[in-house]
């Protein structure tokens, strides 16, 4: 586990990933991702630290699947 990549912003455990080892978190522009994530484009428009602080009810990117 690399703890210091915590929680992205949709609230997945980046720091429980072990697909890619030169990532660097949701919050750097190292994810693989990071250009394609609408969670994150989101809340960066929104000026918001991530999803949880949004008052929507939103079924965007990552949001929209079913997790255990």
């Keep these: 586990m690399k703890r210091e990549l915590g929680i992205a912003r949709c609230g997945l455990a980046c720091c429980l990933c072990l697909e890619n080892e030169k990532c660097n978190g949701c919050y750097s522009d190292n994810c693989p991702d990071y250009t394609q994530c609408e969670n994150r484009?989101?809340?960066?428009?929104?000026?918001?630290p991530g999803c949880y602080a949004c008052e929507m009810d939103c079924k965007r990117g990552l949001l929209n699947k079913i997790k255990p």
Excluded: A
Aim: overall charge neutral; hydrophobic content about 25%; some cysteine.
């Design 41 to 48: 484009k989101c809340s960066m428009e929104k000026e918001l």
